[in-house]
């Protein structure tokens, strides 16, 4: 895929996210709060539990989302037939130009490699361009939720998120 920023047209790979990638995912600084995080979500797709894609622009990831292969929870994912979409984002330069779009598909053609026939993604109430995007690409919501989550930041402190959300499935293959 190509994509254009500031009046240059680069040649943008989705593909799955390497060891080296892990601290260019920090956006020079902007998610080094995440570190711990990306790394264990980098050891959970070693054993097949994950998969980590990124946008690649010049060596470098402009984009994310990551795949939850199997949960407790199986409203997300039950290693089976439903997978979870999250943490999809796209560095500022790079949005509006399709990249959080192939993301998404590119994710959606993973999970379908694997066999299974629905992805699931969530969507911050307080962030209606996201569910947007998300419908027009097929999702519907099915469900909400209170969105609470924890991550431990680089330096050990743990940190509680509330960020309600809706959540919204696909179909990706007929039973």
């Not at 892990?22 to 097949?48: I, N």
């Not at 699931?120 to 690409?137: D, F, H, S, T, W």
């Amino acid at each position: 895929m190509m994509v254009r920023v500031e009046d240059r047209i680069l040649k943008c790979t989705i593909r799955l996210a390497t060891e080296a990638d892990l601290p260019k995912l920090e956006w020079d600084g902007q998610y080094r709060h995440f570190r711990d995080l990306f790394h264990r979500t980098f050891e959970e797709q070693r054993v097949g539990r994950r998969l980590m894609l990124v946008a690649d622009v010049d060596g470098y990831p402009v984009g994310q989302v990551f795949v939850q292969l199997t949960s407790s929870d199986h409203v997300f994912a039950d290693g089976r037939q439903r997978g979870y979409l999250y943490s999809l984002r796209v560095k500022e330069p790079f949005q509006r130009q399709g990249l959080g779009t192939r993301l998404i598909q590119a994710a959606e053609a993973a999970l379908r490699q694997r066999g299974y026939s629905w992805a699931v993604i969530a969507a911050a109430k307080e962030n209606p361009g996201a569910r947007r995007l998300y419908e027009r690409l097929g999702y519907r919501v099915f469900t909400e939720d209170p969105g609470h989550w924890q991550y431990t930041d680089a330096e050990g402190a743990v940190h509680t998120v509330v960020e309600p959300c809706w959540v919204l499935e696909k179909r990706l293959s007929q039973e």
